[in-house]
C-alpha cells in the first residue's frame, strides 16, 4: 500500500499510460476525447491553458467525474479518452489515476524526456531565468556547443573568448514565447524561477 507521494506517483505513472504529443492530436482530431486541465486558477490566469480544454482543479476532479456527485459535470462521458495535464506531470498523474479508478480510460501526455509522467528517462535539464537576469547564457547564439559536466555541474559554451566577449547580450521577450510547443504548460514555473546561484527553485515562489 502507498505510503509516500512518491509511492503514490510511482503506483500512477505505472497503471495510467502515457501518449506523445502527436497521438494526442490524432486523438483529438478524431473526437471522442476530452482534455483535463488540473492546474489551479492561478496558474491558468497567468499561463492559459490548452485550446478547448476542460479545467478541473486537482481538489475537484472527483466530485466533476463522479455521475453521482452534485458536482458533476457532464463533460465527463465515460465513452471518451480522458487526457490529463498540469504544469510538470505530478498532478495529472495522481488524477489520471482517480479518473481510471472511476472507471474512465485516461491518457497522460508525455514527451518522453520532461514529464513526472516520464521520470524514469534520464534527462539533463538546465532551466532558469539567466537571460532576463543579464546572465552568461544570454549570449549564446544557435549552434554553440555547449559541454555539460554532471559531475562537476557546470555548463561551458565552447566558445573563443574574443568571440564572447564581443557579443550583446540576448534579452527575452516573455509575451513572446508564453504558447506553442507545450510552453503554456511550463509558464508558471518560468514565471517564479529564481536565479541558479538560488537554487533555480520553482516552488512557492522562493527567493
Not at 42 to 70: C, I, N, W, Y
Not at 79 to 88: D, G, H, P, R
Not at 136 to 145: A, F, Q, S, T
Amino acid at each position: 500500500m502507498p505510503s509516500s507521494v512518491k509511492d503514490l506517483l510511482a503506483a500512477a505513472n505505472s497503471s495510467v499510460p502515457t501518449i506523445s504529443p502527436q497521438d494526442a492530436k490524432a486523438l483529438i482530431e478524431g473526437g471522442k476525447v476530452l482534455v483535463v486541465d488540473v492546474r489551479d486558477g492561478t496558474e491558468l490566469q497567468s499561463t492559459g491553458k490548452v485550446q478547448g480544454a476542460k479545467h478541473v482543479s486537482r481538489g475537484m476532479l472527483e466530485f466533476r467525474a463522479d455521475p453521482d456527485s452534485p458536482y458533476y459535470d457532464n463533460a465527463f462521458d465515460r465513452e471518451k479518452t480522458v487526457i490529463v495535464y498540469c504544469a510538470s506531470g505530478g498532478r495529472s498523474a495522481l488524477a489520471g489515476k482517480t479518473l481510471q479508478d472511476l472507471g474512465y480510460k485516461v491518457a497522460l501526455v508525455t514527451d518522453g524526456r520532461m514529464s513526472g509522467a516520464s521520470g524514469k528517462v534520464p534527462a539533463a535539464i538546465h532551466v532558469s531565468p539567466e537571460a532576463a537576469g543579464e546572465g552568461p547564457i544570454g549570449r549564446l547564439r544557435e549552434g554553440d556547443v555547449v559541454a555539460l559536466d554532471s559531475e562537476h555541474m557546470t555548463l561551458t559554451a565552447e566558445v573563443p573568448d574574443a568571440d564572447w566577449n564581443a557579443r550583446s547580450q540576448w534579452h527575452p521577450d516573455p509575451r513572446k514565447s508564453a504558447f506553442g510547443f507545450g510552453r503554456e504548460l511550463f509558464g508558471t514555473m518560468r514565471a517564479q524561477a529564481t536565479l541558479p546561484e538560488q537554487g533555480a527553485v520553482t516552488l512557492l515562489g522562493a527567493a
